[in-house]
């Protein structure tokens, strides 16, 4: 297992080096700057900046010294937030992010995976119909329709919750429900799907046949193999979740690095851009690897190869 | 009974279509996607401006006059709906269309060439599914300008890789088959091979995955719009809507909630639609 994480990660080098490279080019090839937008800026300030910040240097150059800075693990300066680092931004908005990725995560899991599981083995009752439905409706239901009617309900017109900002632990419920509600619906469709398909083998009759209870038989016997269509699904879930999130953060005003990523590329803050590119790319790259190592884990059929 | 009727056998599509009829969510989601394409392409010469401003009038809650209402400016929401209805389905089919086309040509040459060449195209794919796509679609939007004809392409780059993966594996398993061992012996060119007797017969599973395509690529445009990436003013499309409307929702919950509604609507259609075909044409949704 070891030797295949260490080829896997060394496999990602070069495609989160094509990313940064992709990127880096890509945004210097566009019209305007960082400072054309400012009002105003006579040309010796102007240089001056572009001095200040390496803008002067032949392109080449200045794509070179930011790979080096990379590997030393520095993203560079922001061009915006003049005295801050895009380190400093990163490490202050990111917990945001994680925290409300996690919530909606578990949202997704924990609503998802029982509805499933009931679905399946109440399968052609109302249980099931009602079940199916909710999955259907989560699905058809985007982030951005579902997010803003919550808020018109739960917090506008009955005023349980605050209709924005991320303060106190009750912030948390609107967000996570909206972003987790998606893949809840997903991942009790996929649960549901996987379920009736190991309830319907042999090993499970078998198990029903020495005795075991029901409930044994579908915790200990089915989940475990009804679950790899939910493994499978948890990496593009993640990238979703975090792509998501830009959304997410724009309704509830969450000052998460998700907005501040949509903000950067408004405001062609170069690097703050590009930092969280990679930032993005290695965590999205990271999260699928994860996902590979649990579904071989989960599934003895399956090899590391 | 007439002779032939009883001689002709049941094909592969008659089959299908009579199980689709039997599903009424399907068949009820198919009316729905062509009543409202229908209104959506022929309403706005009928109904009233979808621009025109009446500033004196304001935002209206919906009446007689104006069947849901009008804008902060005075523009009747209705006519705004089924107008930007036409920009979300173009795009929704456009986009579709491009990562038909790669991902079709993609996975029949990778799967039908087979061998290193596979190997190496579908690793590529593998790759490419890793990669952050959204954030280089808003990469793009952001820094090339909010291009109507960019928006198709760069959704439909990104939406092609399952369609690629999906024909692959159906060609790998046909390319066995006796008749495309036949197509060979008669001395067929490779490229007559794959166009003429391979796509047509992996089809199916295209359709389907088509049709649960379109709800993708409209949901991204959305996204996008929601994010003011999308398209611009005076055009507009139900993102831009929805946007606009969330916006606005406080005092005029109608500005927000028909357009999500038509949208989400839309989307359950094309998900019942899609799931109907799968079933009725028997595909099995394997990812690999």
Same mark, same amino acid.
């Given at each position: 297992?070891?030797?295949?994480?260490?080829?896997?990660?060394?496999?990602?080098?070069?495609?989160?080096?094509?990313?940064?490279?992709?990127?880096?080019?890509?945004?210097?090839?566009?019209?305007?700057?960082?400072?054309?937008?400012?009002?105003?800026?006579?040309?010796?300030?102007?240089?001056?900046?572009?001095?200040?910040?390496?803008?002067?240097?032949?392109?080449?150059?200045?794509?070179?010294?930011?790979?080096?800075?990379?590997?030393?693990?520095?993203?560079?300066?922001?061009?915006?937030?003049?005295?801050?680092?895009?380190?400093?931004?990163?490490?202050?908005?990111?917990?945001?992010?994680?925290?409300?990725?996690?919530?909606?995560?578990?949202?997704?899991?924990?609503?998802?995976?029982?509805?499933?599981?009931?679905?399946a083995v109440?399968r052609?009752?109302?249980?099931?119909?009602?079940?199916?439905?909710?999955?259907?409706?989560?699905?058809?239901?985007?982030?951005?329709?579902?997010?803003?009617?919550?808020?018109?309900?739960?917090?506008?017109?009955?005023?349980?919750?605050?209709?924005?900002?991320?303060?106190?632990?009750?912030?948390?419920?609107?967000?996570?429900?909206?972003?987790?509600?998606?893949?809840?619906?997903?991942?009790?469709?996929?649960?549901?799907g996987g379920m009736l398909e190991v309830l319907s083998q042999d090993y499970i009759r078998t198990a029903r046949?020495?005795?075991?209870?029901?409930?044994?038989v579908?915790?200990?016997h089915a989940?475990?193999g009804g679950?790899?269509?939910?493994?499978?699904?948890?990496?593009?879930?993640?990238?979703?979740?975090?792509?998501?999130?830009?959304?997410?953060?724009?309704?509830?005003?969450?000052?998460?690095?998700?907005?501040?990523?949509?903000?950067?590329?408004?405001?062609?803050?170069?690097?703050?851009?590009?930092?969280?590119?990679?930032?993005?790319?290695?965590?999205?790259?990271?999260?699928?690897?994860?996902?590979?190592?649990?579904?071989?884990?989960?599934?003895?059929?399956?090899?590391?190869? | 009974?007439?002779?032939?009727?009883?001689?002709?056998?049941?094909?592969?599509?008659?089959?299908?279509?009579?199980?689709?009829?039997?599903?009424?969510?399907?068949?009820?989601?198919?009316?729905?996607?062509?009543?409202?394409?229908?209104?959506?392409?022929?309403?706005?010469?009928?109904?009233?401006?979808?621009?025109?401003?009446?500033?004196?009038?304001?935002?209206?809650?919906?009446?007689?006059?104006?069947?849901?209402?009008?804008?902060?400016?005075?523009?009747?929401?209705?006519?705004?709906?089924?107008?930007?209805?036409?920009?979300?389905?173009?795009?929704?089919?456009?986009?579709?269309?491009?990562?038909?086309?790669?991902?079709?040509?993609?996975?029949?040459?990778?799967?039908?060439?087979?061998?290193?060449?596979?190997?190496?195209?579908?690793?590529?794919?593998?790759?490419?599914?890793?990669?952050?796509?959204?954030?280089?679609?808003?990469?793009?939007?952001?820094?090339?300008?909010?291009?109507?004809?960019?928006?198709?392409?760069?959704?439909?780059?990104?939406?092609?890789?399952?369609?690629?993966?999906?024909?692959?594996?159906?060609?790998?398993?046909?390319?066995?088959?006796?008749?495309?061992?036949?197509?060979?012996?008669?001395?067929?060119?490779?490229?007559?091979?794959?166009?003429?007797?391979?796509?047509?017969?992996?089809?199916?599973?295209?359709?389907?995955?088509?049709?649960?395509?379109?709800?993708?690529?409209?949901?991204?445009?959305?996204?996008?719009?929601?994010?003011?990436?999308?398209?611009?003013?005076?055009?507009?499309?139900?993102?831009?809507?929805?946007?606009?409307?969330?916006?606005?929702?406080?005092?005029?919950?109608?500005?927000?909630?028909?357009?999500?509604?038509?949208?989400?609507?839309?989307?359950?259609?094309?998900?019942?639609?899609?799931?109907?075909?799968? #079933?009725?044409? #028997?595909?099995?949704?394997?990812?690999?």
């Amino acid at each position: 297992m070891i030797r295949f994480v260490l080829q896997r990660l060394i496999q990602t080098i070069p495609v989160v080096w094509v990313i940064v490279t992709a990127t880096f080019f890509m945004i210097r090839f566009v019209p305007g700057g960082p400072f054309t937008a400012e009002r105003a800026v006579t040309p010796e300030i102007l240089k001056n900046l572009e001095a200040h910040y390496g803008l002067n240097k032949p392109l080449y150059q200045q794509y070179l010294d930011y790979c080096g800075k990379i590997l030393r693990g520095d993203l560079g300066p922001s061009f915006k937030y003049p005295t801050r680092s895009v380190n400093e931004i990163i490490a202050e908005k990111l917990p945001v992010s994680v925290e409300l990725g996690l919530l909606s995560l578990s949202v997704a899991l924990g609503v998802g995976l029982p509805l499933g599981v009931l679905a399946a083995v109440k399968r052609n009752t109302w249980i099931d119909y009602l079940c199916s439905s909710f999955a259907m409706v989560g699905i058809c239901i985007p982030t951005f329709v579902m997010g803003p009617i919550l808020i018109l309900i739960f917090a506008i017109h009955l005023g349980w919750f605050n209709a924005s900002g991320w303060y106190g632990p009750i912030d948390r419920v609107l967000p996570s429900l909206t972003l987790g509600m998606v893949y809840a619906a997903y991942v009790a469709r996929l649960t549901r799907g996987g379920m009736l398909e190991v309830l319907s083998q042999d090993y499970i009759r078998t198990a029903r046949a020495k005795g075991a209870s029901e409930t044994r038989v579908i915790m200990r016997h089915a989940l475990r193999g009804g679950l790899t269509p939910v493994v499978s699904f948890l990496g593009p879930a993640i990238a979703g979740i975090v792509t998501g999130s830009f959304v997410i953060e724009t309704i509830f005003q969450i000052p998460g690095i998700g907005r501040e990523f949509v903000n950067s590329a408004f405001n062609r803050d170069y690097t703050l851009v590009l930092g969280t590119v990679v930032l993005y790319a290695a965590f999205i790259i990271g999260m699928n690897l994860v996902v590979d190592v649990v579904q071989v884990w989960l599934n003895p059929k399956l090899k590391f190869d | 009974m007439k002779p032939e009727d009883t001689e002709r056998g049941h094909s592969l599509w008659s089959d299908a279509w009579h199980r689709l009829k039997s599903n009424h969510l399907a068949i009820a989601g198919a009316v729905v996607l062509v009543v409202l394409t229908l209104a959506c392409a022929g309403g706005p010469i009928f109904s009233q401006s979808y621009e025109e401003q009446n500033l004196d009038l304001g935002a209206v809650p919906p009446c007689a006059a104006h069947w849901l209402g009008t804008d902060t400016l005075g523009r009747d929401l209705f006519a705004r709906i089924l107008y930007g209805g036409r920009i979300s389905i173009t795009v929704g089919l456009v986009a579709t269309f491009v990562a038909l086309a790669i991902g079709v040509t993609y996975g029949a040459v990778s799967g039908f060439i087979g061998g290193k060449v596979d190997a190496v195209m579908m690793r590529l794919v593998d790759i490419l599914y890793a990669l952050p796509f959204a954030i280089f679609v808003i990469l793009l939007m952001v820094f090339f300008g909010r291009n109507i004809f960019l928006l198709f392409f760069a959704i439909g780059a990104v939406e092609w890789l399952t369609m690629a993966r999906i024909v692959r594996g159906q060609v790998l398993s046909i390319k066995k088959m006796e008749f495309i061992e036949a197509a060979r012996a008669l001395g067929l060119g490779r490229r007559r091979i794959i166009f003429r007797h391979l796509i047509p017969n992996v089809l199916g599973p295209v359709i389907v995955y088509t049709t649960l395509t379109i709800p993708a690529v409209m949901l991204l445009e959305a996204f996008l719009s929601f994010l003011g990436l999308g398209v611009q003013a005076p055009m507009s499309s139900w993102g831009v809507l929805i946007k606009d409307g969330s916006e606005k929702m406080e005092e005029f919950w109608w500005l927000l909630v028909f357009p999500g509604a038509l949208f989400s609507l839309t989307l359950f259609s094309l998900n019942f639609l899609g799931d109907g075909l799968r #079933d009725a044409l #028997d595909v099995r949704a394997s990812k690999d």
